[in-house]
Nanobody, 122 residues
């Protein structure tokens, strides 16, 4: 499966953005999918994950209550709705997928998109 992340940009603190991760080559209904992010000079970190059916989601504590992960298997696309954005959310956001594994560790995922930059600044 090939993944393409999009939707990043510049937003003011307190604003919102919705990221998309479009898949091609295979149907995403076969995959658990996740968002990770990497800020300058830092390691890639977990943001959110959603099971293949959409029935289970998990979030990093830093985004819980502000971000929402979802998927539309009919459109072969996953989303990350980001609200109440903070400067510390600034990072390149990556989507990832795996047909079997579900979790918060970067190494669990075999398939990655190219990343989309989110900058939160006034």
């Amino acid at each position: 499966v090939q993944l393409q992340a999009s939707g990043g940009g510049l937003v003011q603190p307190g604003g919102s953005l919705r990221l998309s991760c479009a898949a091609s080559g295979r149907t995403i209904s076969e995959y658990n999918m996740a968002w990770f992010r990497q800020a300058p000079g830092k390691e890639r970190e977990f943001v959110a994950v959603i099971s293949w059916s959409g029935g289970r989601t998990d979030y990093a504590d830093s985004v819980k209550g502000r971000f929402a992960i979802s998927r539309d298997n009919a459109k072969n696309t996953m989303y990350l709705q980001m609200n109440s954005l903070k400067p510390e959310d600034t990072a390149v956001y990556y989507c990832a997928a795996d047909p079997v594994r579900y979790g918060v560790v970067v190494g669990l995922y075999d398939y990655w998109g190219q990343g989309t930059l989110v900058t939160v600044s006034s």
